[in-house]
């Protein structure tokens, strides 16, 4: 196990469990895919599962609970060896927000602290979840959500796409925009998600002339 494995599951209480959930994104291979399977252990930060799809480690996808309709970013933190039938490899995945997308009825005690229930009554008021509009220097794009509206989250575009637009020197002089283009108290996740779709499709941000968002891939045509 690495250190980020390592990490995520010391962060909360593991729990063996088998959740029926489905994985979609763009595989190692550049190619989409949408993969019901099933959970091995989870906790609030993520979860192991085992796939029968190579993915790239680092790379980013969603999480569906199609049963409590939660759709969940995640990103691939760990990747195990095949299984001896060899069909499928178990990979760890880490929620970019720490939340209870299992539907666990009665999670361990430190899934839920005090002091993050104390803060939300000290707030008075609901969480805004957010989509943003990133632009960079060279005017490409992304599009991303945040449920948490944190003032210092910047997107999880591929950096490796983004170095590959700007030299050096313009790396030393760095300016990126941040705008909120949509925002909602009571939205769910998965409308927050709907929402991010539409602006991204709306914008052609995943259009890679235009902008960052590999997901949706664009359609040609």
Not at 141 to 151: A, E, K, R, V
Not at 183 to 204: C, D, G, H, N, Y
């Amino acid at each position: 196990m690495n250190e980020d494995s390592s990490n995520l599951y010391r962060r909360s209480t593991r729990v063996t469990i088998s959740i029926p959930i489905v994985i979609s994104g763009v595989d190692a291979d550049g190619n989409n895919f949408s993969e019901p399977v099933r959970t091995l252990v989870v906790n609030k930060h993520g979860g192991k599962v085992a796939t029968s799809h190579h993915l790239a480690l680092g790379s980013e996808i969603l999480l569906a609970n199609r049963a409590m309709g939660v759709v969940a970013k995640a990103r691939v933190v760990w990747l195990g060896e095949k299984d001896d039938a060899g069909d499928l490899r178990p990979v760890g995945l880490e929620l970019l927000e720490a939340q209870n997308v299992w539907g666990m009825n009665f999670p361990p005690d430190d899934w839920h602290t005090k002091s993050e229930q104390e803060a939300l009554l000290d707030r008075g008021k609901k969480s805004l979840k957010v989509i943003y509009k990133i632009t960079y220097p060279n005017g490409k794009i992304y599009i991303g959500q945040d449920l948490t509206d944190s003032i210092n989250y910047f997107g999880s575009a591929s950096c490796e796409l983004i170095a590959r637009d700007f030299t050096r020197d313009e790396r030393r002089d760095f300016t990126i925009r941040k705008e909120i283009i949509w925002e909602s108290e009571t939205a769910s996740p998965p409308e927050v998600s709907q929402q991010e779709v539409l602006f991204i499709q709306k914008f052609r941000s995943n259009d890679p002339a235009i902008g960052y968002n590999q997901w949706p891939k664009l359609k040609s045509g």
